[in-house]
């Protein structure tokens, strides 16, 4: 069966890097070409605290980068550091068990995903959102739908953009993010009454919803600590199954 045609009950919105994996989007270009580590780390602290636009991150990574990245740069880079937060994967399969649509909805790159799952790294989701800056032909691995996402303003309008292309209704919505570019993620769902949850959340996302009076639902897993290698180890001690009563609850 399509998955336009299965009757979804409900949908998970989810941004990727620091939310549901311990990485940046860039990650797989610091890997190729690790003389560009610290400035994408700071471009990525940029737009992810709404300093600067994605476009414009876009644009200055696309100034750094030598060469577009292959399929065997990026095999090469998913080979030697994929990982997820524990229980993502069987998260993101659950919810498809379910009749609960899971999508990917990020400023990472597509082709990051598309290699994804082409190697079978994680269940494939049938709806992705994502940045098309490094992207690859078209696999029957890939996901049914891809959204262009070209602002994180955008991950509102992709997320809305799968419930009517999937008919999901609208009082179904969970939407999980960590930083303050999920913030207008986050603001949309709130018009919606969807169910916001903060993974990891960061400072720059609560600032974001305090001054937009918006209340994040459920607070998961660790807090900022000043010490990365603790927050790192807190962080793969937390099992995203624990979500699934959560979302239980809502979607009944």
Known sequence: MQAKNI???AIVSSDWSECLAPCSPFDCISFNYPQLTAEL???FKQYTSNMISLGEAAHKIETLLPAPLTIEQMDAYLDKSFSTYRGVPQLIEWCLCKEIL?????????????????????????AL?????IRY?????????????????????????????????????????????????????????????????????????LKKNIDINVRFGSSETADEKEKLKNEMQI?????VARIENFIM
């Open 102 to 126: 899971f999508m990917i909805n990020t400023t990472g790159m597509t082709g990051y995903f598309q290699r994804i799952f082409a190697k079978s790294l994680l269940p494939r989701v049938p």
């Open 129 to 133: 959102s994502a940045y098309g800056m």
């Open 7 to 9: 009757p979804y009950k």
């Open 137 to 209: 032909p078209k696999q029957h691995s890939d996901p049914d739908v891809i959204f262009e996402l070209f602002e994180i303003k955008d991950k509102g309008k992709n997320t809305e953009a799968a419930v009517r292309f999937f008919n999901i209704p609208f009082n179904k919505i969970i939407i999980i993010g960590d930083s303050g570019g999920d913030g207008p993620h986050f603001e949309w769902g709130a018009k919606t009454d969807a169910l916001l949850i903060g993974s990891m959340t960061k400072p720059s996302l609560d600032k974001y919803c």
């Open 41 to 43: 780390e700071t471009i």
């Open 239 to 243: 099992d995203f199954m624990d979500l």
